[in-house]
């Protein structure tokens, strides 16, 4: 929680000197109140009690003073206007630290260049939370977007990935509340909704923001974690549908809230994405792996080896990617995966079904020249397809772990060559870049315009970015023909389609240590 202030610590003493002279002289006034006295105070107090367990400090004060001014020696009164009143105090102290020095170079350190434009998102959001819950104790949030860079579909068979935090995020203000209920507001989608925590059984639909949210809080309850109410006021600038992993980092975001509220800060990122893995498994039937969970809350460019899922090794890429001059730009193509989600889980099944032919159940439990020695044997059982997107998983493996070593001993141009061959592979043998059959095929054709781009300036890469199919792609392209490569992508896929981003070292955080 945000500090108090040193004048509000002045403001509670006084009043606990309050508390003690009314309790020294309550004795004397035992039995003179009449019953109809008693009971407009015990009225006031229990009002008063009442909206200080739900949070409503500004309705405490209010009937905390009402009950003051019926009987001026009830401690419990002037205990409880404390109470209120330091709640209060620590809204006031986030409004303060926002605009602190250390705030400052915290969003720059986010942010970049939009260190001042997100500063304003987050006393926005402060400001909103205020007008809709009422000014209590306040935590604020982040949560990152995610980049893929490279590890298509290789997460869900317990493969390897190169992935970054984005500068893209979900922000938000909360604050415990102290009942069963959780209530959210989703600034971005125009939702207001309430969850009781004691009714976590998904919709029919099986989709939607309420019952992944409920499956988080179930995720937490199954793995053994405490679960309560808050209130929470939330922003995001994250692209929707464009691969980024708008979901995971609400996911992540809802995590931070519910560790920093009611488990102490104990619970860790990788417990994070699988309480993510299992909201989006089991409320919101999609077949996802742990990769956009675990790059949302992790923070900075990773590499995460998912061979043990329980315990993933992630590691940290000490590497300045702004310093090679180039731009990371994400391009949206056109349609999302709202419809896919049987072509998307075709993947990871097909996967396994190759796997299954050895009597194992991920891909990263055989190996390649297994595949490759029973060839025949596999594209009997398995399939043709299901055999080529197993190629895929191996080849993409081993192209994680040269482009960390390339990142590693500053070989950048190598690391370039390895994103143009993760993209062929996804192309010619993960065939994700298009659904069979479809005449639309916006990935493609931004694949395309993109490499002929490519080959015209001499430099950068590109591949497909994410679940694919449609959606997005990511090209690497040096700063000085990124603009121009901008202006030329949007001509063909549509105005504000090509986004620039930057990796941020934090994920999935609360913020409060870091600008208090």
Known sequence: MIAKSKALTK???????????????????????????????????????KYLTEGQYEDAIVAFEAAIS??????????????????????????????????????KEMYGTGAAENEKRYEHVLEEFGQAFGEKNVSMFTSAGRTEISGNHTDHNNGKVLAGSINLDCVACAAANGTDEIHIISETYNQKFTININNLK??????????????????FQEMGYQIGGFDAYITSNVISSAGVSSSASYEMLICSMINEFFNDGKVDVVTYAHVGKYAENKYWNKGSGLLDQ?????????????????KPAVEKIDYD????????????????????????????????????????????????KEVIDNAEKVRKEAGDRAFLRALHFFEENKRVEKEVKALKENRFDEFLDLITESGNSSWKWLQNCYVPGSEEQG????????????????????????????????AMLPNRVADEYIIYIEKAMGPGSAYRMSIRPYGAVCVDGYIA
């Open 294 to 310: 675990m790059a949302c809350a992790v923070g900075g460019m990773i590499t995460i080896d998912f061979k043990n899922p329980l």
């Open 202 to 219: 998904p919709s029919d639909k099986m989709a939607g923001t309420i019952d992944l949210t409920k499956g988080m809080l179930a995720g």
């Open 11 to 49: 403001v509670l003493i006084a009043l606990g000197t309050v508390i003690l002279i009314a309790i020294a002289a309550i004795v004397t006034t035992v039995g003179l109140t009449g019953q109809s006295k008693d009971r407009k105070l015990q009225t006031q107090l229990d009002l008063g009690n």
């Open 321 to 368: 990617f702004g310093a090679q001059d180039h731009s990371l730009i994400i391009v949206q193509t056109g349609k999302g995966h709202a419809d896919l989600s049987e072509e998307y889980s075709s993947i990871p099944n097909e996967m396994k079904r190759v796997a299954a032919v050895f009597g194992k159940e991920f891909c990263a439990d055989i190996t390649e």
């Open 70 to 107: 019926i009987e001026p020696k009830t401690p419990e009164a002037y205990k409880g206007l404390a109470e209120a009143y330091e709640a209060m105090g620590d809204y006031e102290a986030a409004k303060k630290a926002l605009q602190s020095e250390k705030a400052s170079g915290f969003f």
């Open 443 to 474: 990935i493609t054709s931004a694949l395309a315009l993109t490499e002929l781009f490519i080959k015209e300036k001499g430099c950068g890469a590109c591949r497909v970015h994410g679940g694919g199919f449609a959606g997005v792609i990511m």
